[in-house]
């Protein structure tokens, strides 16, 4: 069972940066307690007389933003020099938290820009769940889209989505390309494929209902659907309806070069305008 209370919000400052704090905000309100860490990092080779007068700045700016919050406690603001990617990995591991939260990098026309940035890098490699937040937060999450294909990281992604959006609905899709079958198949080549596509759809169905009920928090409503169609067709589909979409990510191995986030969740995350939460296995 996946339960998220405390929180790394990483910011850059800009406007994008202040949508994702709101949110962390509600989230760790709604968490009922837990921590929140907002974190900024100020990248490497700038003369130390810069850095230092950043740092001073920054740091002013954070507890000045912090102190304007009532009825949250558990927050802190630290500012660090260093690789932003490698940071914001560090301090969610070194300090056992249960999601990273971000906000969406500077808009781009097309979806491989997105590829190489830092949220794409701490997406691509953070062992921890990560929000990245596009809107302003209306409050709780209602509507929830989840692109399930049964692997471990989208059971993953699914039980972090139930715990902080607990009393959504929940639509649950699994799309996948139906087989194709020459005018030269058999009928009993046919009725295989066809046996297999059931037996498939089954498992997915009956995964995504175990990931609900082993959850302590459940949805106000579940609806799980099957479609034979191109994955990214559907899921690009459907993306205006939820406030939040739900994806696990893909890791082939354990170098930089080998580990990908898969072609589904680059092009969903550079292109959808709800929130997105990806998880790794």
Known sequence: MTRVKDLLMATDLTDRSERALERAFQLQDQAGGGRLTLLHVIAHGLPTELASRRRSETEALLAKRLASV????????????????????????THRLDLVVIGEPGKHRYADIFMGTTAERV?????????????????????????????????????????????????????????????????????MIGEENERLKALIERAAKEAVVSSPSQPSKLAIDMVENNPYTVMRNESTWPDLLVMGTHSKGRLATTVTIGNLARHMLAEVACDVLVSRP
Request: aromatic share 8%; hydrophobic share 45%.
């Open 70 to 93: 009532r009825g949250i406690r558990n927050l802190r603001a630290i500012v660090v020099t260093g690789d932003p990617f490698s940071v914001i990995i560090g301090e969610a591991v």
């Open 123 to 191: 997406i691509r490699f953070s062992d921890r769940p990560v929000l990245m937040v596009k809107q302003i937060s209306q409050g709780p999450y209602r509507r929830v889209l989840v692109a399930f294909d049964g692997s471990e990281g989208a059971a993953r992604a699914l039980h972090t989505a139930l715990s902080i959006a607990a009393g959504a609905e929940f639509r649950v899709v699994h799309a996948w390309w139906p087989p194709h079958v020459s005018l030269g198949d058999s009928d009993a080549a046919r009725q």
